[in-house]
């Protein structure tokens, strides 16, 4: 089934990073979805990497400065974050101590704002305001956000793209911002079509 589910989506996105790792990289997952995304979609590898979450005030903050000093306690570990655009807008100001010579690959998965909503009974309740004060798209330029605190950037529009990043951002030093534009919409689709296959295959016949 997860072998399966190849097309371009938030649970693909995670599933790329996970599989860009070899022995002894560096895995910091996001709170809110990303952290959903890799239980439900990330399949079983022989690979032994270090994986770390970081349960913020108010679930979402300070995730940015905790994989920067991850990666700035074990330097010679290849590091990786995925995270929402929201979540990173939250910690925003973290990508200061880039300057200290530290080299971590950030994946921000920008759906414009908090995915997760979209996925409770409230998202189909009809309220005029549910973007505005649910979503809470923060309409982030991510290359502006780079250029401020000096990291490198790149858009991603496919997973091989994403793949080819992730491996160039590996092989140079300092921060790297990976950007991957996708659709809640899509995603809670996405995420619905997969259960929906799950539960046929664990229905007995």
């Given at each position: 089934l997860i072998q399966s589910e190849r097309e371009y989506s938030e649970a693909s996105i995670t599933r790329v990073c996970h599989e860009s790792f070899k022995d002894g990289d560096q895995f910091i997952i996001g709170n809110s979805m990303p952290i959903r995304d890799?239980?439900?979609f990330i399949s079983v590898t022989d690979i032994q990497i270090n994986s770390y979450s970081n349960r913020g005030a108010s679930g979402i903050d300070g995730v940015v400065s905790t994989a920067l000093g991850i990666s700035a306690a074990n330097k010679v570990c290849r590091s990786l974050l995925v995270i929402g655009d929201l979540s990173f807008?939250?910690?925003m100001n973290g990508l200061l101590a880039s300057k200290y010579e530290i080299n971590l690959t950030i994946v921000v998965i920008n759906n414009n704002g908090g995915g997760i909503f979209s996925y409770l009974?409230?998202?189909?309740?009809?309220i005029d305001t549910f973007t505005q004060y649910w979503t809470t798209d923060t309409e982030l330029d991510l290359e502006k956000v780079a250029e401020l605190y000096h990291?490198?950037?790149?858009k991603i529009a496919n997973l091989e793209e994403l793949r080819l990043s992730i491996q160039e951002s590996f092989n140079s030093k300092g921060v790297?911002?990976?950007?991957a534009q996708t659709n809640i919409e899509d995603n809670v689709k996405a995420h619905r079509t997969f259960m929906g296959k799950v539960e046929k295959a664990l229905t007995p016949t």
């Amino acid at each position: 089934l997860i072998q399966s589910e190849r097309e371009y989506s938030e649970a693909s996105i995670t599933r790329v990073c996970h599989e860009s790792f070899k022995d002894g990289d560096q895995f910091i997952i996001g709170n809110s979805m990303p952290i959903r995304d890799v239980d439900m979609f990330i399949s079983v590898t022989d690979i032994q990497i270090n994986s770390y979450s970081n349960r913020g005030a108010s679930g979402i903050d300070g995730v940015v400065s905790t994989a920067l000093g991850i990666s700035a306690a074990n330097k010679v570990c290849r590091s990786l974050l995925v995270i929402g655009d929201l979540s990173f807008y939250h910690d925003m100001n973290g990508l200061l101590a880039s300057k200290y010579e530290i080299n971590l690959t950030i994946v921000v998965i920008n759906n414009n704002g908090g995915g997760i909503f979209s996925y409770l009974p409230i998202a189909d309740a009809g309220i005029d305001t549910f973007t505005q004060y649910w979503t809470t798209d923060t309409e982030l330029d991510l290359e502006k956000v780079a250029e401020l605190y000096h990291c490198q950037f790149h858009k991603i529009a496919n997973l091989e793209e994403l793949r080819l990043s992730i491996q160039e951002s590996f092989n140079s030093k300092g921060v790297h911002i990976i950007e991957a534009q996708t659709n809640i919409e899509d995603n809670v689709k996405a995420h619905r079509t997969f259960m929906g296959k799950v539960e046929k295959a664990l229905t007995p016949t």
